[in-house]
């Protein structure tokens, strides 16, 4: 225990009295005598928790890219490899240039550094190990030769501290910089102990006699003083605190907990290696290095301020900094600011901080600007904090920072390409204008078609009904109601019923209207050719034989029909389309699973029919008008033939359109509403004008034998086609009662 107690006191006068402003390891700010720090600092090098804590201050201000400027020398090499190590490890900081001060510098040297500084134009933030305050203001001198105030942001380590000598006149240039010094207490009992220090109860520390010469600015003249001519003699009376300034150096609570360190050390090493004894044995004396060390690393006890003090496996003792900057606020005068604190983490004051030109705005010192929305970050080989932005372009997202990722053929990117939402289903709503005009005119002619067909079945046995041929006519209107019916269907919300009557009705209304035509054309075709060559009537002119041409005519419709739903079962799709340009127009379509070939196909035989009986209709249009209606029929193919001539261009110069689903079940719809109008008005509308407005001119006359009206008929084709003052439907129904006196309608 006499042994612990002396060197506790031999150390604590050795460090704390005679060379009260050397620090423990290297923390020494304000330093009076920078010769005896430059010593330590070089032979010291920074612990990892100071490493540790300025890459938590360059982090937390958003740095990711920093420059690094050390003195030559194991404190300044020592202190930023530890930076760059602990940087490397948690990731996200990068080291656009690692600088050295040489031994030998020259003030040539701190300018080609800045130049060298300045070649990482956005590596604003540069982190300081510098060994002495020298190299701190050479350096801030020659950013001030570079014109470059405010430029650079500077990270200290402790050896600039708290200093005002480094960058005293150079303080526009430190404006804003960060430094961290150990977080220091005073020691009760110390300032007492100290201060009743004098010449004559000193007794053990040998320096104590240059020290009190130095810090009474006086000359001792007793023996063992240095004896220089002087003006002043020291008296031996001065007093520590009294006649000179005297404040507890920051550091001595570091010397104490060295000390005692040492101490609690000594003393378990000789409890272990020599148990039983009341002093030093052999395995002690003289103590070896590599036990003493070992049992100093594994000390643990409380120090002077309360605090834990022990050791990590580097031998470094636990880390607790204060973080102070420098600011020059026009409220204060300019000066170091506490800003936090850094014990295991860091505690920083933001919006305490304040940066040049008293903004309080945190400058950048980033490599890259982050990416925006959307956009991929290209890295820099080795240089993970410096990449290009890349926008994901087309129907790609950002998958994470680095990639981008094609959305599902059903989905597209989001607003701020994060992700993907499905594309939005439409179909032609009943209010859009695409549908309104369709059914508008379906509905009116729906209304015309029951208005007719009623008028038909009221005058039933009229001649005018009779001549035009009842059950072809019904057949006929029957095709028609088909044709607007088909409107409903296309506009309707697609399903399974939907589609299966769509593919059923598409063409079958067409089919119905232009087999009854054809067969009607056809028979009057037959009928006045043979009446060129014989006065006996030609075959299947009768009613059930129209009947059952104009079926056999349909029941083809109907088989290809069939056929479709074998090979082809309806469906429901989602039709997206070709891909856009711009992905926030791309729609998918929910449709039948019919496509346009498919459509053409279902129509295709419709319009073989229309266009044989067209045929026909040309060859009779010789007939006079008040024998036949081949002439009516002819204006309504002809005219028909126009419409689905116009039909086709449109339908397929539409299909890439983004409007595709609007126009073509628009221009389709249409398209079949203005054939079955046209139908419905030529050849229908002046029968029934006739019946309801002039029933007078719905009578019979006299009948005449199928030769002479068939002779009249072919010579009046021959003649001048003088008018006749005859009614429409007369001749027609004296030929027909003429061929057949058991049935009347066996022409029209």
Known sequence: DSLVFLVIIDLFFLFSRQIPQISYGSTAPELSDDRRYDFFSRVVPPDSFQAQAMVDIVKAMGWNYVSTLASEGSYGEKGVESFMQISREEGGLCIAQSLKIPNDRKPSDYDKLVRQLLETPQARAVVVFAVDDNDIRQVLAAVMRADKVGHFIWVGSDSWGSKFGPISHLEDIAEGAITILPKRATIEGFDAYFTSRTLENNRRNVWFAEYWEENFNCKLTITGSKKEDTDRKCTGQERIGQDSPYEQDGRVQFVVDAVYAMAHALH?????????????????DPPVGKKLLKYIRNVSFNGSAGTPVMFNKNGDALGRYDIFQFQMGNRTAP??????????????NIEDMQWSKALHEIPPSVCSLPCKMGERKKIAKGMPCCWQCDLCDGYKYLLDEVTCYRCDFNMRPNHNRTGCDPIPIIKLEWHSPWAVIPVFLAMLGIIATIFVMATFIRYNDTPIVRASGRELSYVLLTGIFLCYIITFLMIAKPDLAVCSFRRIFLGLGMCISYAALLTKTNRIYRIFEQGKKSVTAPRLISPTSQLAITSSLISVQLLGVFIWFGVNPPNIIIDYGPEMVDPEQRRGVLKC?????????????????????????????????????????????????????????IFFGTSQSAEKLYIQTTTLTISMNLSASVALGMLYMPKVYIIIFHPELNVQKRKRSFKAVVTAATMSSRLSHKPSDRPNGEAKTELCENVNPNNADNLS
Do not use: H
């Open 268 to 284: 378990n090493m000789i409890k272990d290696l020599c148990p039983g004894s009341s002093g030093l044995c052999p395995a002690v």
């Open 335 to 348: 000066g170091y600011r506490l800003i936090g604190q850094w014990t295991d983490e860091l505690q920083l």
């Open 593 to 649: 699973d019919i496509t346009d070939l498919q459509i053409i196909c279902s129509l295709g035989y419709s319009i073989l029919l229309m266009v044989t009986c067209t045929v026909y209709a040309i060859k009779t249009r010789g007939v006079p008008e008040n024998f036949n209606e081949a002439k009516p029929i002819g204006f309504t193919m002809y005219t028909t033939c126009i419409v689905w001539l116009a039909f086709i261009p």
